[in-house]
């Protein structure tokens, strides 16, 4: 989230506070990773429907990142719209019997039909009872509220002859990574696991000039990026 706020939007962010904490949906967050106030931001895709589940999350997952403890308000995607994986990090503002939460897809379930989500117990309990296990829901793909750069994390086992990286912190899902090589741009593979391949040619030591591209076809070109394998490399821009 954005680390500053307007009287009311703060005001809208205590209130949520108080909710989930009524709910028992949390303890304490940092103001940094306070869960996005749903309607806040612009769509990016149309609404769906389908049966709202929940899990027992960590914010790891089939998206590779890391797990979040201080902010739960994570989902996974059903396997008929994983689109291999370029559906992580969207999100999502859901409507449950309950109210509304905004999720981020970090996970995939596999068993779940097309317009079904998997939401964090926490993110559940803010649109509907726990009892009730599932309920119809509504959903629609939002831009995320972070604040900064996007950042570029390598994958652990990335090296000169093979390297994976995915972009983290974007306001908007992922649809291209590209990366320039004498003067060319080369298509990163994706992989169903939330990474970007290149192994031919060798992608060398770095440093490296990504073009990210993300779903709205809007595009970022970070220069210059260095090679730190297994940790993220906070980028220059963002997305709008």
């Known amino acids: 989230m954005r680390s500053s706020c307007s009287r009311l939007g703060c005001s809208v962010l205590t209130l949520l506070s ?3 904490a009524a709910c028992g949906a949390m303890t304490t967050y940092p103001t940094s990773e306070m869960p996005q ?4 931001q612009p769509s990016i895709g149309q609404m769906q429907t389908g049966d709202g589940t929940y899990y027992g999350a960590t914010g790891g997952g089939a998206c590779s990142y890391d797990p979040s403890p201080s902010n739960l308000m994570v989902a996974a995607m059903n396997a008929p719209q994983w689109q291999n ?3 992580c990090g969207t999100c999502v503002d ?3 019997p309950k109210g509304t939460v905004t999720v981020r897809i ?3 379930c596999p068993e779940c039909k097309s317009g079904d989500l998997d939401l964090s117990e926490q993110a559940f309990t803010m ?3 726990k009892a009730a296990g599932r309920v119809r829901i509504s959903w629609v793909p939002v831009a995320c509220a972070v604040s900064g750069p996007i950042g570029l994390h390598y994958k652990e086992g990335s090296n000169a002859y093979w390297m994976a ?3 983290r912190n974007s306001r908007l899902p992922i649809k291209k990574i590209e990366l320039q090589q004498n003067g060319n741009w080369v298509n990163l593979v994706q992989q169903s696991y939330n990474y970007y391949v290149a192994d031919n040619p060798d992608p060398g030591p770095g440093p490296y000039t990504f073009r990210i ?3 709205n076809d809007q595009q970022i070109t970070e220069t210059g990026v260095p090679f730190q394998v297994a940790q993220t490399v906070t980028g220059t821009q963002q997305f709008n």
Not at 37 to 40: A, E
Request: aromatic content about 0%; cysteine-free.
């Open 165 to 167: 990286v995915q972009v």
């Open 18 to 20: 108080s909710l989930l």
């Open 213 to 215: 591209t993300a779903t």
């Open 94 to 96: 859901v409507t449950g």
């Open 85 to 87: 994986s370029q559906v």
């Open 106 to 108: 970090v996970d995939l």
């Open 127 to 129: 649109i509907a009872d």
């Open 37 to 40: 106030v749903p309607g806040t």
